[in-house]
């Protein structure tokens, strides 16, 4: 799940200007579309959503809800994906690393299945402190919280 997040976060902010959460992706669509069409006797059967399943707490769908809920209110607050400022810093191939600006955000993004780093050095063009605004291992999204001090202060 923390790979399916971490893809839809990257793709939000250096993706352009816009958003959009394609059919399949969304909470309410665990299997397949299949519109009314001959073959399947105009049926409206597979041709819905089914929004209930957010609500299910035996179920991922409420964690990725989180994730998107937190996802679009950071761009709401920042408004990164409008801002012409975009620099990546750091493509670490090796370490399976991603490290960029977008607007007056810092996106720090490991993609490793196995490691973990601390103390891992990135650049930025600000010299102001940074914070954590939010991050893909909180428990609200289905992480483990395995990073001490991490506390949504935004939102």
């Not at 964690?63 to 920042?78: G, S």
Request: hydrophobic residues 35%; glycine residues 8%.
């Amino acid at each position: 799940m923390a790979l399916h997040k971490m893809i839809r976060l990257i793709s939000m902010t250096l993706g352009g200007e816009a958003y959009l959460n394609f059919m399949g992706n969304e909470f309410g669509h665990p299997e397949w579309i299949d519109f009314p069409r001959e073959g399947n006797q105009n049926s409206y059967d597979y041709c819905r959503r089914q929004w209930n399943l957010m609500y299910d707490q035996k179920l991922r769908y409420p964690l990725l809800y989180n994730w998107d809920k937190q996802m679009n209110a950071t761009e709401i607050i920042f408004g990164s994906m409008i801002k012409d400022h975009q620099f990546v810093s750091l493509s670490q191939e090796e370490d399976k690393v991603i490290v960029y600006e977008k607007g007056d955000l810092l996106f720090v993004f490991n993609f490793h299945h196995t490691n973990s780093y601390e103390n891992y050095k990135v650049g930025t063009s600000w010299s102001s402190d940074h914070f954590v605004v939010f991050e893909s291992d909180e428990e609200r999204f289905g992480g483990h919280q395995r990073i001490n001090g991490s506390h949504n202060i935004w939102f």
